[in-house]
Structures are given as structure tokens and as C-alpha cells.
């Protein structure tokens, strides 16, 4: 089983800064990619950003780029959410999901989720 470890969300200013972690534990073969998702309230959860484990090849929503940044510690298995000049509208749940391939011979990776970390970003 895989375990999505999250921290580092709070309240904070506009124009502040917070960074959150995502550790992945447990039995992996290979880590596919780990990204961030967002739910505000009465909102669709949505693509915040994510990394390519091997490569570390970075993807950004539109709205993030330029104030946020992801990253990985390979030797941590974590990634971290660099989230800069924060806005009000960042102000959500933020999720951690991994694509892990769990077994040496899965086709298709596997699909996870963190418990989500709350964000408010107060104007």
C-alpha cells in the first residue's frame, strides 16, 4: 500500500508564502509522477501542478505559473509546493496524487491521494 504524507498548509497574507510537502511511503516499484490538485469551496477540484519522477520534467495550471514551484528530494521521496505571492483565490484544500507503479509488471499506474492540507490566503 502507498501513503501519501502531506504538511505545510496554513493561513497566511496576500503576497505571502508557504510551502507544502508531500512524502511517499511504502511498497513502490516505480513513482510515475506526484502532483498538487486544489478544491475551493463549491468548486471542482482542479490540476494545481505535478512532476515527472524520473525526469523531473515540471507541468503548471496557468494561474500558478510564475508563483509556484514544485520540486522532489529523491532521496526523501517527498515533493514540495513552493506556493509565492499568494492570492486569495488560492485559497483552498490542497491534495497531493501520485501515479505509482506499484508492481514490477503493472501496466497502468496506480492512482493515489493525500487527506489534503488546507490553505487561506486572507486579503
Known amino acids: 500500500q502507498v501513503q501519501l504524507g502531506e504538511s505545510g498548509g496554513g493561513l497566511v497574507q496576500s503576497g505571502g508564502s508557504l510551502r507544502l510537502s508531500c512524502a511517499v511511503s511504502?511498497?513502490?516499484?516505480?513513482?510515475?509522477?506526484v502532483g498538487w490538485f486544489r478544491q475551493a469551496p463549491g468548486k471542482e477540484r482542479e490540476f494545481v501542478a505535478r512532476i515527472r519522477w524520473s525526469s523531473g520534467a515540471t507541468y503548471y495550471v496557468d494561474s500558478v505559473k510564475g508563483r509556484f514551484t514544485i520540486s522532489r528530494d529523491n532521496a526523501k521521496n517527498t515533493v514540495y509546493l513552493q506556493m509565492n505571492s499568494l492570492k486569495p483565490e488560492d485559497t483552498a484544500v490542497y491534495y497531493c496524487?501520485?501515479?505509482?507503479?506499484?508492481?514490477?509488471?503493472?501496466?497502468?499506474?496506480?492512482?493515489?491521494w493525500g487527506q489534503g492540507t488546507q490553505v487561506i490566503v486572507s486579503s
Open positions: 496524487n501520485a501515479l505509482v507503479f506499484v508492481r514490477r509488471w503493472d501496466f497502468t499506474p496506480n492512482n493515489y
Open positions: 511504502g511498497r513502490t516499484f516505480s513513482v510515475y509522477y
